[in-house]
């Protein structure tokens, strides 16, 4: 037999997910993260679900892992010393980055440090013109001087960003040769590889993040193989990109920016996979954790994508899923601010010391704590009785820092808690929903992550959506998403040009040049033309603009009637995106991207017997919750015993190993064929 695994590293658990190919049977487990060392955690995680399924190390054929380390790295400023050698004149792009603002209006906004200091900023001599002409040499003399002063200064890792090396590279390939040559223990990462596109603050942004990173990826994904050895899973290492595909391990080394949402794109792939299983198109999935919230759209069965996102206050221009996270999770701290109002994070307890009531020294009251005080979370259950949890110590932690302060009862102040953190992660709904152009009211929500059923229908509620969705295993998704996850590689050439002058056949010898390009890549990984899916799609935009808006091209040759009707989709999306477009300007095309798919063997639900069943009356356990300012006598549910057609009406509690579902009031609850439980009303 033959068995994958997915591990998914969260900032509070690890969740692994567990695939007998042969049966179709799914194993999970979760255990508490090791924020020091995520690798001790997923290790943990493994053998665990292997010893209790009775598998041998040596039956693992597959073994892919979702991680935040880059994503940590670069938060807690923890990465390597980098250095930024950079087209003479250029030194301070970093510095100066855009005129754009966060806060226009706040006087005491700071501006967050760049990761490459000034001082750790570098020039050469040498310049290439808009047009791909070079205009100086590179002169070798500087780079000479420059390798002395990398080596006294003890750089961990360069990056380098020569003006317009999108459109040649040759510069910035003989310094990465040199730097190789000369600084061998030096780690080089050359923008015109990680991003050949215009615009060199983003440029210079991205490549620095992915040179801040590297070595930390490095040194991780060495020591998890070492592991993965020592215990004999023979499978090669695969790790999830934040485009929401799959790359080696191999390539994550060399391209560690494309792991900073790694975890969360495998919560939006599970979405998807959601969406063809029960045939609901519009769906936003919505994915607590312990640390943060990530909150993604699905239009039409498939995931929005992105080429210009942040993480931190720090510009990071790939393609990926369009995700949006917040720090409301189920480690977030409350807390009364200088106003004596009260807050609920972004600050997190995190794995250690974790919320109050895990007894690890936490004292601060957190959303886990106002859950367990509301009755909403079984304090013998987490991790199906393996955590013990402590209930009188989120007492204490809320009524000192909350409800003494504030004058309230121990149950208001928590409620309160719940209802701030619900009214954070409503706004963080809207901004990838309303101010994208949709409404919310047209989508199913999934909720899903350890935390997100708990907050879900409230949420919906407050969205006017009549449909919620929580998945067989909801705290376990993100790593079942990465069990449907293919391979996928994403190539991009900036080539500016204006309508009147795009001429078909240019065009699409750049899409072929792509696609040899990534034949290329593709095969060394084993992978046959015919394996492949291909999807062209170019960025537009109107002459003068600062933004662009991709347009899906599909995969057939180009011909006078695909670019007809490429302009008249991006008017369109145009007008739907800004309420406006200008139908007598002409367009021109900034980038032309191509998007390359390996299918790898997803994971095919089964299908179960719907037995129509009022569940209604089949608990004899119940339990008192705090709701809308009062106690409500609530059944609670074994979530794992209910078989598919069952019918629950609420108040409920359904209680699984990964996760609790919260049924309020008027709401009715049904098991779908798979397991899937969608609550309406």
Known sequence: MTFRIAVDSGGTFTDIALLDENRKKLHITKVPSTPD???????TGVLKVLTENKVS????????????VATNALLELKGAVTALITTQGFRDVLEIARQTRPSLYNFFQTKAPPIVPRELSFEVEERILYNGQIETPLNQEHLSVLVKILKEKGIESAAVCFLHSYLDPQHEKIVKKI??????QVFVSCSSEILPE???YERASTVCINAYVMPTIKKYLEDLEMRLTDEKIKSPLYIMQSNGGIISSKMAREHSARTLLSGPAGGVNAGVHLSRLMEEPNLITMDMGGTSLDVSLIVEGQPRYSTESSIGSYP?????????????GGGSIAFIDSGGALKVGPESAGAVPGPACYGRGGDRPTVTDA???????NPEYILAGDMKIFPEKSVQAIQKHIAAPLGLTLEEAAEGIIKVVNANMVRGIRVVSVEKGFDPREFALVAFGGAGPLHALELAQELAINKVIVPAQPGINSAMGMLAADIRRDYVLTRIMREENIQVDYLEDLFKELQSKALKELEREGFKYENLLFYRSADLRYPRQAYEINIPLGAEELNKKTLEQMVNE?????????????????????????????????????????VDRDLSRASNIFRSIYYNGKYIKTPVYNRDEMAPGGKIKGPALLEQLDSTTVITPGKTAYIDSYRNLIITG
């Not at 190390?57 to 935040?68: N, P, R």
């Not at 990071?316 to 409301?328: C, D, F, Q």
């Not at 406006?580 to 367009?587: A, C, M, P, S, V």
Request: aromatic share 8%.
């Open 570 to 610: 991006f008017h369109d999306i145009h007008l739907k995106a800004y309420g406006y477009n200008r139908q007598e300007e002409i367009i021109e095309i900034v980038n032309v991207r191509l998007s390359v798919v390996g299918k790898m063997h997803s994971f095919q639900h089964k299908a179960e017997r719907l």
């Open 371 to 377: 859950n367990l005080v509301l009755g909403r979370i």
């Open 316 to 328: 990071l221009r790939l393609p990926m899923i369009e995700i949006h996270t917040m720090g409301a």
């Open 179 to 184: 730097l190789t040559k000369e600084l061998p």
């Open 198 to 200: 215009f615009r060199e």
């Open 37 to 43: 060392n995520p690798a001790i955690a997923v290790m």
């Open 57 to 68: 190390s040596q039956e693992v054929s597959y073994f892919l892992h979702g991680t935040t």
